[in-house]
Structures are given as C-alpha cells and as structure tokens.
C-alpha cells in the first residue's frame, strides 16, 4: 500500500534517535512507524510539516481561494494530491494543551478546501472529500494519562477528527491510539517503540472508540 504520514513536531524526523539534548518521544514514533511500515513492504510517503515550512494561518486571501477556487495555495494543493493518491492515511502529533497543535489543525484547514468537495446524496447531504476506503490513522503523544485524556477531558481531537473531519466525508475506517510516555519509564518508552508492529498493526484494530 501506499502511506502517507503527515508528520508535525518543531524537532523534526532528526529528534528520533535518543541523543542526550535533541530528542523527542514524538520523532521517535515517526522513526519507527516508518520502519514498520517499510518492513511491511509499504510506499511511504513523509509529511513533515516543519520541515516543509508550511504556513499553518489562513490568510485572508487563502481563505477567498478557500472559498472560490478547488485549493488554497500550491502546497496545500500538492498535499491533497499526495493523501488522494494513498491507500491509507497517518496523522502523528503531540497533544498540548490537550489538542492537536496549530500545524495539523491548519493543514486540515488549508488542504481540505470547498473546492476539494463532491457533494453526494444517499439518503441526505453527504460531503466526501478523498476516497472513502482510505483508511486513517491518528498516532498521538500525550502528556496525560490516556484514559484522563478521554473522559476527564473529552477526547477533543479525537471526536473533531473521527466525527468531524472524516466522519462528514464518509471515511469510516478510522482508528485513534495514544502512547503516553511522559508517565512511564524510559524503559517503557524504548518498549512501545520496540512493540510499534504490534501495536499500530494489531492491537490500534482494537483502540478507543469514542
């Protein structure tokens, strides 16, 4: 199959290697998803929205394409085409703030534009933006434990992401899984990235639903 994983953390790709001083839990996640799913034998194609430096604000003038033209700028546009041309879709991010950061959330602002939109009526508007087989997946890295994240706090991105942006496009086969690596050791953390093919290839089959 071909992946494609939209990729956004200030670190970069770089911060996944475990040295002392540039290092992040969410880089290390990329680096070993990617792995598995070349291990798996699948085309992936990268994201890395910082090291693209995409413009996460709508501008006025972004948002008068938005509204009139089929995308917002050349960017966005090349970004659709990459995820319309996938099999399956990767979302990896930091929560903080318990929401997703202002990179993810302006890319879906940008690149899911009205001009992107085919209107179908079975049974009631329905809005489908990419193929509606695509799978779509959501990795994300959370400062709080994974069941506060969902009932203390409602699981905002995960309900916004599920019900909101995929759910009004058709897309049903979508799956959510957490790792929280803040509150567990650094054992712990090399053991979820150790597990990646089991737990993004298996058991992400059985995460929460929300």
Request: charged residues 25%; positive net charge.
């Amino acid at each position: 199959m071909k992946v494609a994983v939209v990729f956004d953390h200030p670190c970069g790709e770089q911060a996944g290697y475990n040295e002392p001083h540039n290092r992040s839990f969410t880089s290390a996640l990329l680096v070993a998803t990617v792995a598995a799913l070349k291990a798996r034998g699948d085309e992936v194609d990268a994201i890395d929205l910082h090291a693209d430096n995409f413009d996460p604000v709508m501008h006025k003038q972004d948002l008068q394409n938005w509204r009139t033209k089929p995308f917002v700028d050349e960017q966005s546009q090349n970004y659709f085409e990459r995820l319309y041309s996938s099999d399956e879709i990767i979302m990896l991010f930091p929560m903080w703030w318990e929401m997703m950061p202002a990179m993810t959330k302006g890319f879906i602002d940008k690149v899911f534009a009205k001009g992107q939109l085919r209107a179908v009526k079975l049974g009631g508007a329905r809005r489908e933006i990419l193929n509606t087989n695509i799978k779509v997946r959501i990795l994300t890295v959370s400062g709080a434990p994974t069941f506060a994240y969902k009932w203390i706090y409602g699981n905002p991105v995960g309900r916004m992401l599920k019900r909101g942006v995929f759910g009004k496009s058709a897309i049903k086969n979508f799956k959510w899984h957490n790792f929280n690596a803040e509150d567990t050791t650094p054992a712990g953390r090399q053991k979820m990235l150790d597990n990646i093919t089991n737990v993004y290839f298996t058991r992400i089959i059985h995460a929460l639903n929300f």
